[in-house]
């Protein structure tokens, strides 16, 4: 998409005008839960250069994986660190409060989620990845806390799937065969599912639904950027 768009990385690809990193560091911004603003990609420093940067923000370079680079965040920076993409160009304030006032005591990691009737209503063409369990299909949303030293228990365990993401047998043994088999034969709510991954990191693991279908959509095709654009041209002003 940013060869299409003649940008030089993904996150400076136009929406509806404006790059979809800047929009997201802008919903970031502007809301008061949020402290220090670390942009972590390739060339970040490049990166911020290239765009108007939002006051208060800095860059770091990206470790060679998700995984790692969030390793390498909570190392420098500590807890809370809230984690988000670029690409996630419908980011709101709104979304942000939502969440946060969510991940409270006693997690040490969190994920958002949207469910499908909440997509699916707004918008039912959309085509989105779903997790499937026992009380139905959610969507992640692209945003993760970390709220504790604890949390690391977790991203050492991302960073050994991703390690054996070529394997697939590895990984399934990773993530534990009652965990597995319960999910695929969908005996799992998400509660328990929270629940079984969290006894395999050594934490407390939590999830908060997000009430906005918009906090489910990101740009990863063009058919999303379509949505998308069309979206912010709807919305309310402001």
């Not at 419908?90 to 006032?101: G, K």
């Amino acid at each position: 998409m940013a060869v299409a768009a003649g940008v030089a990385h993904k996150a400076l690809l136009p929406v509806a005008g404006v790059p979809m990193l800047l929009r997201v560091l802008q919903a970031l911004r502007a809301s008061p839960e949020i402290g220090r603003i670390v942009v972590a990609a390739q060339g970040a420093d490049d990166l911020l250069a290239s765009i108007v940067v939002v006051p208060g923000t800095i860059g770091r370079d990206a470790a060679g994986s998700p995984s790692g680079t969030v390793a390498t965040m909570l190392e420098e920076f500590g807890t809370p660190l809230l984690v988000t993409t670029a690409d996630h160009a419908l980011l709101t304030p709104s979304m942000l409060s939502w969440f946060v006032a969510r991940c409270s005591d006693p997690a040490d990691a969190v994920a958002a989620v949207a469910g499908a009737q909440t997509i699916l209503a707004a918008y039912p063409d959309t085509r989105r990845t779903w997790l499937r369990f026992r009380d139905g299909r959610v969507s992640g949303c692209n945003l993760f806390m970390f709220r504790t030293d604890r949390a690391t228990n977790v991203v050492e365990f991302w960073r050994s799937l991703e390690h054996e993401r070529k394997r697939p047998l590895s990984m399934a043994w990773l993530v534990g065969p009652v965990a597995l088999l319960a999910y695929m034969s969908r005996l799992v709510t998400l509660g328990m599912m929270v629940r079984l991954l969290g006894r395999r990191t050594g934490t407390m693991l939590g999830v908060v639904r997000m009430p906005f279908a918009e906090a489910a959509i990101d740009v990863d095709t063009p058919a999303d950027l379509i949505l998308v654009e069309a979206i912010i041209r709807t919305a309310p002003a402001g």
